[in-house]
């Protein structure tokens, strides 16, 4: 899932109300896009919102399979400024295609009218629209801070910020679960990419120092407390640089595979199978492939309930191995790892961290390792050193910790 996104940066801060993502605040966020808006679109903005891209703690594949995933978000964001119009027209500049401005009737708009990076944008108000919003005519800045490809849900953080923008432009407050399948609607029919509701769920809904444990068929969320320091661990996220994209039709296969797999066992989805029905399960199905997919779902449900309960106890070093097997599972029954992603987890773990695995969509991105606070260096050492040995290219590194979902910023 891609959409306008840079370097990485900084804008999250505390919840005003976790209940009301138009009053929740991102703190100390930098106003490119009002400065955008300023110097491209003339005067100055109504508001300023943004929402957060984010990272996969565990659970990977599971949330279109109505299954566990525990996200959270982090302090890239993409930042929107708005201002009202009366012309029922959306009139849009992004800070991450400069020299281009593309205009859209909100009238009669229809998925496939606007393609590209706005795309995005003009979805959300065609989704707000679907599910019985009002969305405003405006001009939009947006200047995303999360990086472009790299399995951090850039999409989600456009979808929802430009989705919060226009709603409460409009008079319209959006909870965060209703913001998060607005921004899902846009990319499903919008955009055309079937994603699950994980990405926007957290980009939306996320709390500052948890993971977000989301029972996508019960349609339940839970804030889990997730404070790494307290075990001496920080969270470091390798970007591979590695070619990520959904768009291609690999993401759409594996969704199709698990669909088909639960219609022949008889199922509503996967993660209705419990583990003790597994063999049972494998056993009605005719193709290896399909077996190991549905082997995956299986499985990463029952890794994402472990960390779960280790994470209710603070045993966060704990948590490792899970993430080590979730890996494995994503590489050899999904089959959606690379070359990249796999030469950064073992660099990670032979260099000695508690845990680590790709983390996102798969078929390149980023991977999420679990490392000693003083150790840092080296890890990331001796993943740069491993990259370069295999010939690839440099990845980026960062440190990150949970933060706070989509909110009015200012």
């Known amino acids: 899932m891609t959409a306008p996104g840079s370097a990485t940066g900084s804008a999250a801060g505390a919840a005003a109300d976790p209940d009301d993502p138009s009053s929740r605040a991102s703190g100390g966020a930098v106003p490119r896009a009002a400065e955008l808006f300023g110097r491209?679109?003339?005067?100055?903005?109504?508001?300023?919102?943004?929402?957060?891209?984010?990272?996969?703690?565990?659970?990977?594949h599971t949330d279109y399979n109505q299954g566990l995933v525990l996200p959270f978000a982090i302090d890239?964001?993409?930042?929107?400024?708005?201002?009202?119009?009366?012309?029922?027209?959306?009139?849009?500049?992004?800070?991450q295609q400069p020299g281009e401005t593309v205009e859209v009737n909100l009238d009669g708009l229809e998925p496939g009218a606007v393609t590209?990076?706005?795309?995005?944008?003009a979805g959300a108000a065609w989704a707000l629209a679907e599910r019985g919003h009002r969305a405003a005519g405006a001009d939009l800045a947006l200047d995303s801070t999360v990086p472009v490809g790299a399995g951090?849900?850039?999409?989600?953080?456009?979808?929802?910020?430009t989705a919060l923008a226009l709603a409460t432009l409009a008079g319209d407050r959006l909870a965060p679960e209703e913001l998060a399948r607005v921004a899902q609607l846009d990319e499903n029919r919008f955009v055309g990419v079937p994603c699950g509701l994980m990405d926007q769920m957290a980009s939306s809904a996320s709390r500052a120092g948890t993971v977000l444990f989301f029972d996508v068929g019960a349609d339940r969320t839970e804030h889990i407390p997730f404070d790494p320091?307290?075990?001496g661990l920080v969270t470091l996220l390798v970007d591979t640089r590695a070619h990520h994209s959904l768009a291609d039709g690999q993401y759409a296969r594996r969704r199709a595979t698990c669909e088909a797999a639960a219609e022949t066992l008889g199922v509503d989805s996967l993660s209705r199978i419990a583990p003790g029905e597994l063999d049972a399960a494998l056993a009605g199905l005719g193709d290896d492939e399909t077996r190991r997919r549905v082997r995956h779902v299986v499985t990463e449900n029952e890794r994402v309930r472990a960390v779960v309960e280790l994470l209710r106890t603070g045993a966060v070093?704990?948590?490792g191995p899970a993430m080590v097997a979730s890996h494995a599972s994503l590489r050899d029954d999904f089959e959606v790892?690379?070359?990249?992603?796999?030469?950064?987890?073992?660099?990670?773990?032979?260099?000695?961290?508690?845990?680590?695995?790709?983390?996102?969509?798969?078929?390149?991105?980023?991977?999420?390792?679990?490392?000693?606070?003083d150790r840092v260096d080296e890890v990331g050492a001796a993943v740069t050193g491993a990259f370069a040995r295999a010939g690839f290219t440099a990845p980026v590194l960062r440190l990150v910790s949970p933060a706070d979902g989509a909110g009015a910023d200012g």
């Open 152 to 161: 951090l849900s850039s999409s989600a953080a456009v979808e929802c910020s």
């Open 40 to 60: 491209v679109l003339g005067g100055a903005p109504d508001a300023v919102f943004s929402a957060p891209g984010r990272v996969n703690l565990i659970g990977e």
């Open 76 to 95: 890239a964001r993409a930042q929107v400024a708005v201002r009202a119009r009366d012309d029922g027209r959306l009139r849009v500049v992004s800070g």
């Open 337 to 373: 790892s690379c070359a990249e992603l796999d030469v950064a987890v073992d660099a990670a773990l032979a260099a000695g961290a508690a845990g680590a695995r790709m983390t996102g969509g798969g078929f390149g991105g980023s991977v999420i390792a679990l490392v000693d606070r």
């Open 116 to 121: 590209g990076w706005a795309g995005y944008v």
């Open 317 to 319: 070093r704990d948590i």
């Open 229 to 231: 320091a307290t075990a």
